[in-house]
């Protein structure tokens, strides 16, 4: 068994989710004179590859400490809708059922792409990762229950659509070209489609039902795409824990590693060693086949 790992890189350049408190590190004892190094570390919950708790949105939900290793490690599946999504799009459960099988109580990971625009890549763009990624309508979320998924990662800023959340009225710039996509798409606009009672979605109709999610979801997982795999969440054993940053890893035999292996040595890198999703799309062409 080897794994393989999905969670983007965490430095002070990696941007929280927007508002939260960043990364913040500084040393408060060196080598000389004391003798070793050490750091003090300051930060959100909600940065980089991280676990969206129960109790980040549901007062008596369990908190970080209390999720099972059964849940956070199972058999899941992760799908690409790269080739279906673009800025401020709405992904379907039909769009997922089209490219994988899901089966009940599976982990879904989501690669709608936008993580290619995460700040470890080559072709960066903090605002269109945060703020233009696509998301799912209630539809996706009553399916999700249906389906009784253990949880969600997603491959950008939130599971969330970003008009679906306080984002449309923190970028007016970007909610106004999003409500012209929706107009021209969908022929409604942001605030016909994403009312009032759908606020937040994902979070609030999701978590008290058991259905957390992660976000900010990367690494290698281009190498992954509409394939199953064993997946595992590793969030810290944060008693009150609303939420967790996470190292989130797919696991699979070692044959199948070494063909994986050979796929990334003939892929464009990240300067931190993942591979550079937008700069392969030969990698999306055989997800595809």
Known sequence: MKLLDLTIPLGIGTPPWPTYEPLQVKYFKRLAPNGANGQVVTHSNHLGTHLDGEIHFYTPGKDIASLDMDFLVHE??????????????????????????????????IHTGFHHYGWDQPTA?????????????????????????????????????????????????????????????????????????????????????????????????????????????????FVDGESSISRIVAMVDDDRYEELMKKKKKAALTKFGDVAGASNPWLHEEARK
Not at 193 to 222: P, R, S, W
């Open 125 to 237: 763009d903090e605002i269109r990762y945060m703020v233009q990624h696509p998301g799912p309508d209630r539809e996706f979320a009553e399916w999700a229950k249906k389906k009784k998924l253990r949880w969600i990662g997603v491959d950008c800023g939130s599971a969330d659509h970003p008009m679906n959340t306080i984002i449309r009225n923190w970028m007016p710039r970007q909610a106004k070209q999003a409500d012209a996509f929706f107009r021209k798409k969908f022929g409604k606009s942001v605030e016909e489609v994403f009312t009032d009672d759908k606020y937040q979605l994902m979070h609030i109709e999701m978590f008290n039902h058991g259905i957390i999610h992660a976000e900010c979801v990367a690494g290698d997982i281009d190498l992954l795409l509409n394939q199953r795999a064993t997946i595992g969440c590793f969030p810290w054993r």
């Open 76 to 109: 899941g599946v992760i799908v690409d809708l790269s080739d279906c999504t673009t800025d401020y799009d709405i992904y379907t459960s039909k769009q997922v059922e089209e490219r994988v099988e899901v089966k009940e109580g599976d982990i879904l990971i």
